[in-house]
């Protein structure tokens, strides 16, 4: 009974059986009663005949006398059936006709006088007929009763027919109308228990098939972050177990004696756990960023200060690799709001980038411009370009367009998804141009400070 369809079930038979039962009581009623008024005005033609056939007899014999002789010939059959009888009583009201001939001769009784029609000829009352012997409406021949049994079966007959139909009706649409509903319970739980690829089907009734589309939406989103998560994590194993592993070995061969216990090995694994450690500051960071947990030190932040910051700082690794780290001429900046070591930061990952990637003799170019409400900085290169297929993953976590490089040899596959964790949280945005073997040009925009 807890049940959707059950339920609706339930509400379409009573609300059928409740039309049909109504409709078939007033069918009947109507039909019984419209059917003895149709008796009842044959009732009364027919007495009206009888009366001026009574009176055409009074016209052709001057008297009432005898009436009774010819009558039965010219009684309608009809009259006969029913049973009705009459009495003919001349003006006086004295009986000159019974039909059973039992009160021929006797006076009418004063009920028979009030229900008495009078008969006319030329314009004068010459006597009267009664009819019945209670003057009620007439009682029902055996064909009319009949008649109205079968009216009232047919219609019974009718109303089952009727309501059994509207019960088969009612169970199947009270289950097509819910079963999508059972379907995505049913989806739903086999999601539940990590069955990622459940779909519904996007059908039925308007409402129900937005259900299904959002759930299905949702069920992608999940298995979306599902496969990240996985991914993830797999991610972070392999960059912990390479490190660890180098390390590991290193060790040994000193306690083996085979690599010599001196500083020069000592600072390699000494470095070996500062980029670790790194590594690890970076995951926090992008968790923190997850769970909305990033804090700010925002303040008015000078962008051509942390450019030219930015430039100086680089330039020393610049020079070693023969790259030109240049600023271009800035146009009149507002500061922006922000916190300006994350901006430091974003920065020094996009230049680490650009240097990483830059040939030798290349040149890094970093600027400014005023877009609207935002100041858009940009960090532009002339090295390799990225591929229109790694273009949309860049700032994924872990995503390295040259799957081969390493951690040894590249970073960490995290410095964009950071940059981009700090932009955004800072209510900026995040992006790069590139046109392969020309060069690369990250940008990301931060809003200028309100005056
Ligand atoms: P990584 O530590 O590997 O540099 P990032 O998140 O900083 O990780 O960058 C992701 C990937 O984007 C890099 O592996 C590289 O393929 C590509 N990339 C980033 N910056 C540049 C650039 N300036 N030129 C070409 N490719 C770039």
New binding site residues.
Partial sequence: MNRLWVRLMVAFVAVTLVGIGIVAVLAGVRADSEFRNFLQEQENEQRQEVAEIVGAYYRNNSSLEGVGGSWNLSRSEHDRRRGQNFIIADVNGRVVYDEHGENTGAPLSPNQRQRALPVTANGETVGYVVFGSNGGPPPLATPEQDFLAQLRNSLILAGLVAGVLGIVLSIALSRTLTAPLANLAHAAHRFAARDWNQRVPVQGAQEIAEVATAFNAMADDLQKQEALRRNMIADIAHELRTPLAVMQGNLRAMLDDVYPLDRGEIATLYDETRLLSRLVDDLRELALADAGQLTLNLSNVDVREVLQNAAANFSIAADAQNVRVQVSSLPPLPHVRADADRVAQVLR??L???L???PEGGTITLGATVQGKFVRVL?R?T????APQ?MP??????????KS?T?ST??????????KAWVEAMGGKIG?E?DVGK??E?WFALPAEKN
């Fill in positions: 990952n996009l680490a980038n650009a990483r990637h830059t960090v290169d090295g390799e370009g990225i790694d993953h860049v700032f994924e976590r872990f995503y390295r367009a040259d490089r951690r590249g970073g960490t596959g995290l410095g964009l998804a950071i940059a790069v590139s060069g690369s990250f």
